[in-house]
C-alpha cells in the first residue's frame, strides 16, 4: 500500500475488481472531499504574508475585489403560493373583472380565488407608481430632459388643477359621510359642522342613532342575501346608498336586491320602470305586502329558493331585510309568513331590535328596525314625507303643508278631501303660504273641525293630512327617469289598449 502501483497490485491480487478511483495514502488518505473543501475554505480565509509580514495577498473576504455572486432564485422560496405566467393574470383579469361587478352573476367559492389580483393596488394608492403617466421617462429624465423634476399632478394648468382637487374633495367628502354611517354616528361631520342639521328637532334624527346602526350591522353580518326594501313612492329617496355601498366594499360576497314594495299605491307603469331603472344596479323585484291580496311573493320565495340552492353547501341561508322606517319590512316577511310574525304598525320605529323568523327548513329571515343614512341634502319635509318620524311628534305641522300642496296634483287633493278653490301658488309662487292657509281652512269648514270661535283647527287637521300622505290615501309618487318612463307608459298603453279591444270582442 501507499502508492498507486502498489495499490493497484494489492486489488488484482485479492480480486478486488472495484472500478473505483484508487484511493492513496497521501496528505488527504484520511479526509473525504467535503472534509477537504472545508479545510481549504480555511485556508483561503487568511491573507498571505512576506516574511516581514506584511500582507501581499489579502484574504477572500477581505478582499476590495470580490467576484460578483449571484444567488440563483428559486420558486421554493415563494412557500406555499402558487406562481402563474403574465398571461393567465392578465386573462383572469379580464374574465373575472366583468363578473365581479355584475350584481346577476354569482362567484361561487369567492374565497379560493385570488381576488385581490383584480385590483392592481399601488395604481391607484401611490401617486409616483403614476409618474410615466403623466410624463415620459425621455422628457424627465432622458439626455433630452425638459424638467429638472417629474410632474407629480396630471394638471397641466391651473383650471385642470382646480377641478382635480374639486373632485378629490368630493370623494373626501363622500368618504367621511360614509364613515360617519359606518358606526361614528356620536362624532359625524354631519353633526359637528352643519348648522342646519343642529338647528332641526330631534325627531328628525330618528333611525340615525348609534343603537339602530348596530342592529343593522348585526343583520348585515348575519346575512347571505340582504333585501333592500324601497317605498316604490320614492324609491331613490329611501334608498341607503352609504350602506349599499358599505356592504359591496366591505362584504362583497353577499347578495343584495332591492325589493320595490307598495306597488298598489302607484301606476302599474310607474312600478314597472323603476323596476326597470333599479335592475341596472341590482335584481329588483316589485311587491305589494298583503297577507291576503298580495303581489310578488311567488318570484321573491322563488329567488330565495335559488339563493339557498346556490349555497347548497349550507346548512341554512339567513336573509335580512333592511330600508327606512316604515317601508314595511316586517310586512313582507308577515306576507312571506302568511301569518302576524313581526309587529306592523302604520308609524314609523314600530320594529326596535333584530328578529330572526324561520321561513323555510333552509332559510331564515331577519327584521331590522328601520335606518335612516343622515344626509346634508335632506330638508326637514323631505324627511317627513318619507314618513320617517311620526307626525304626533311634530311641532306646528301645518308649516309642511305648502310643501305637501307642491308635492301633490291639485285634482288629486280635491278628490280627497272633496275641496276646492285654493289659491292658484302654480301660477304665481308667492302664493304658496296662502294657498297652505287656505287649504287647510277649507277642510276644517267642510268636516267641522273647529276651535272655540270658530277658528279652524289647524294642527289637527295639519296632522291629518300629512298622516294621510305618509298612509298613501294622497295619491303622489316620484316619476320615474325620462326614458324608461315613456317605455313603460307606451308599453302599457298598448296592453290596455289590446285587453280593451279583447273584452270587446
Ligand atoms: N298600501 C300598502 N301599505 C303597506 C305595504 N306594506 C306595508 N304597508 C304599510 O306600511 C306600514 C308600515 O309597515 P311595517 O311593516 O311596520 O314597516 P317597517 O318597515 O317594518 O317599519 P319599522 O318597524 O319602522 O322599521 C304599515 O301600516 C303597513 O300596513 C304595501 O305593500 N302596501
Known amino acids: 500500500m501507499g502508492t498507486a502501483k502498489k495499490e493497484k497490485q494489492r486489488r488484482e491480487r485479492q480480486n478486488d475488481t472495484r472500478d473505483a478511483n484508487l484511493k492513496v495514502k497521501g496528505e488527504n488518505f484520511y479526509k473525504d472531499a467535503k472534509k477537504v473543501k472545508h479545510l481549504s ?38 412557500g406555499n403560493t402558487r406562481v402563474i405566467a403574465q398571461d393567465a393574470l392578465s386573462h383572469f383579469r379580464e374574465a373575472m373583472a366583468d363578473k365581479k361587478h355584475d350584481s346577476y352573476s354569482v362567484l361561487l367559492k369567492r374565497n379560493k380565488l385570488p381576488m385581490s389580483l383584480l385590483d392592481e393596488k399601488d395604481k391607484t394608492e401611490s401617486p409616483a407608481a403614476r409618474i410615466l403617466e403623466t410624463e415620459s421617462y425621455e422628457h424627465a429624465f432622458g439626455p433630452k430632459q425638459q424638467r429638472k423634476k417629474p410632474r407629480l399632478m396630471t394638471a397641466s394648468n391651473l383650471e385642470e388643477l382646480a377641478s382635480i382637487t374639486e373632485k378629490d374633495q368630493q370623494q373626501y367628502e363622500e368618504k367621511l359621510e360614509l364613515d360617519s354611517t359606518l358606526g361614528l354616528m356620536g362624532n359625524s361631520i354631519l353633526d359637528k359642522d352643519d348648522f342646519t342639521q343642529e338647528a332641526k328637532e330631534a325627531i328628525f334624527h330618528k333611525g340615525q342613532s348609534k343603537r339602530i346602526w348596530n342592529e343593522l350591522y348585526k343583520v348585515v ?49 310607474v312600478a314597472a320602470a323603476w323596476v326597470k331603472h333599479l335592475s341596472k344596479r341590482f335584481p329588483t ?14 318570484s321573491l320565495i322563488q329567488l330565495l329558493r335559488q339563493f339557498s340552492t346556490l349555497h347548497s353547501d349550507r346548512k341554512q341561508i339567513s336573509v335580512g331585510f ?12 308577515n306576507t312571506l309568513r302568511r301569518k302576524k310574525v313581526c309587529q306592523v304598525a302604520p308609524i314609523p320605529g314600530e320594529t326596535k331590535v333584530w328578529q330572526y323568523i324561520t321561513f323555510m327548513k333552509k332559510i331564515f329571515l331577519i327584521d331590522c328596525p328601520g335606518i335612516v343614512p343622515p344626509s346634508q341634502r335632506d330638508t326637514e319635509s323631505d324627511i317627513l314625507f318619507r314618513g320617517v318620524v311620526r307626525v304626533e311628534h311634530v311641532s306646528s305641522p ?11 296634483t291639485r285634482k288629486h ?3 280627497t278631501y272633496e275641496v276646492s278653490g285654493w289659491a292658484k301658488f302654480e ?18 269648514r267642510k268636516q267641522g273641525r273647529l276651535l272655540k270661535g270658530g277658528e279652524p283647527d289647524e294642527t289637527g287637521i295639519a296632522k291629518q293630512v300629512l298622516y294621510d300622505f ?33 273584452s270587446e270582442k
Open 322 to 333: 333592511i330600508g327606512y322606517p316604515n317601508t314595511g319590512k316586517s310586512s313582507i316577511i
Open 221 to 269: 353580518d348575519s346575512s347571505d342575501v340582504v333585501i333592500h326594501i324601497l317605498d316604490a313612492r320614492d324609491p331613490l329617496g329611501t334608498r341607503c346608498e352609504s350602506v349599499e355601498k358599505y356592504i359591496q366594499t366591505e362584504c362583497p360576497h353577499k347578495h343584495l336586491i332591492y325589493v320595490l314594495n307598495k306597488c298598489d299605491l302607484v301606476p302599474t307603469w
Open 398 to 408: 301645518e308649516q309642511y303643508i305648502p310643501d305637501l300642496l307642491k308635492k301633490c
Open 470 to 502: 305618509t298612509r298613501g290615501k294622497i295619491p303622489w309618487f316620484v316619476p320615474p327617469p325620462q326614458d324608461e318612463s315613456s317605455e313603460s307608459k307606451e308599453t302599457h298603453k298598448n296592453k290596455d289598449a289590446l285587453e280593451k279591444k279583447e
Open 427 to 444: 301660477e304665481d309662487p308667492a302664493l304658496l303660504e296662502k294657498a297652505g292657509i287656505e287649504f287647510i281652512e277649507l277642510i276644517a
Open 41 to 78: 475554505m480555511y485556508k483561503s480565509g487568511r491573507a498571505v504574508r512576506n516574511a516581514k509580514g506584511d500582507i501581499i495577498k489579502a484574504a477572500d473576504m477581505q478582499s476590495s475585489d470580490i467576484p460578483v455572486a449571484r444567488v440563483d432564485p428559486n420558486k421554493k422560496w415563494f
Open 413 to 415: 287633493l280635491e278628490r
Open 285 to 298: 323585484l316589485a311587491f305589494h305586502a298583503s297577507i291576503t291580496n298580495s303581489f310578488g311573493k311567488g
